[in-house]
């Protein structure tokens, strides 16, 4: 997304990479604000207001957030989310377009399994703006985690910089229209890397795992939504993938524009075999950034990369999270919208047992 302020105002048209050397890549999926066993865990008591607190101990493989610490806790975050406020959070205007489907956007139509264990998570940003991204149930002794992007539960400034967590956090799986089937369940803890809370443009770090609280029902979300899905280290990032979300924008293609999976109400997806990003610029990064051709825009982020999917059974194994959108050639390098041969790529890390572990082991027993 070209313009640095993208994550406070709705896309207008082709937009994602900024140009270089201003990179405020975490912010370019987030459309919030005005329109706007572990080696080391650091436990950290919350701060006033949600400032992010200094990391403890340069060796710390995971920074553990308590978020809705307590029941009581919990259901202050359950009753903010009224469903009008959820139905409220900044979308583009809804349209009565006709579906649009392709392998870079469409509507998720398959197996209730995938849509059960994905859901929207609501919060409040740093700005004090309710926002929203994509997280997934996936298999943990507490059945209570779910997987996204670190952005989405620690933000940062434009600059990559100032980190602050958000509030109100909540995951609510199998979102659809303003319902939420399975129950909605406050964010007790949220677990990040240290790299991430020191600065927002450490790619590679921008995943998060969060433990829930029980629904108003008492139930744990594994048992509400009944799915899961595996996660998956270290595997090649080359494969084809499914990637799914609630983006609240299209971040290119006029046809998705208004419809009901790209304004947030139904969960969307997109396909391909993934391709690796090399950053912005005239030398060639390796930041282990792996995605697909995908019109999903803000609100999409934090949603699974899954590979080995099976669409008959709403199965597959997540190996990363969508993290932002970024304009590409075959090469992987940065280009611009216009070029021929450029195309629009939904890129996120991929996830590593020396990164991705820690940060789940840190929350999946509590």
């Known amino acids: 997304m070209p313009r640095p302020a993208d994550h406070r105002a709705l896309p207008a048209g082709p937009q994602d990479s900024p140009a270089p050397p201003v ?5 370019l999926l987030r459309l919030g604000g005005a329109l706007a066993a572990v080696t080391a865990v650091a436990l950290l008591a919350p701060p006033t207001a949600g400032a992010a607190p200094a990391v403890r101990g340069a060796s710390a493989s995971a920074v553990v957030r308590p978020v809705a610490p307590t029941a009581a806790d919990e259901k ?6 009224t469903p009008a406020r959820m139905a409220g959070v900044l979308s583009e205007p809804p349209s009565d ?3 649009a489907d392709g392998p870079d956007g469409a509507a998720w139509r398959g197996s209730a399994a995938l849509s059960a264990s994905v859901g929207r998570l609501f919060y409040t940003d740093r700005d004090g703006e309710d926002s929203s991204c994509t ?6 002794a507490n059945r209570s985690t779910v997987v996204t992007a670190a952005h989405c539960a620690l933000g940062h400034d434009l600059l990559g910089e100032n980190p602050r967590w958000h509030t109100n956090q909540l995951f609510a799986p199998g979102y659809r229209d303003a319902r939420t089937p399975y129950g909605a369940f406050a964010v007790r803890l949220a677990s990040v890397h240290p790299e991430w809370v020191k600065s927002g443009e450490s790619s590679a770090y921008d995943q998060a795992f969060l433990a829930l609280g029980r629904s108003a029902a008492g139930l744990r979300a594994a048992d509400a939504a009944g799915s899961v899905q595996r996660l998956g280290h270290d595997l090649p990032g080359d494969r084809p993938v499914r990637q799914f979300g609630y983006p609240r924008a299209a971040a290119y293609k006029e046809e998705h524009r208004g419809r009901p999976e790209f304004t947030g109400k139904r969960l969307a997806h997109c396909r391909g075999t993934a391709g690796e990003f090399l950053g912005w610029g005239d030398a060639p990064r390796r930041e282990d950034q792996w995605g697909v051709r995908c019109d999903m ?4 982020s934090g949603g699974p990369r899954m590979a080995g999917f099976d669409a008959s059974t709403g199965r597959g194994t997540v190996v990363g999270v969508n993290s932002m959108g970024a304009y590409m050639d075959a090469s992987g390098r940065h280009c611009e919208s216009s070029a021929a041969g450029c195309h629009r790529h939904l890129v996120g890390p991929r996830f590593t047992a020396r990164v991705t572990h820690p940060l789940f082991a840190a929350v999946q027993n509590s």
Do not use: E
């Open 23 to 27: 990179r405020p890549k975490r912010g």
């Open 76 to 81: 202050a975050v359950r009753d903010y989310w």
């Open 97 to 99: 377009r006709p579906p």
């Open 135 to 140: 997280a997934t149930l996936v298999a943990a």
């Open 297 to 300: 825009g803000g609100g999409s």
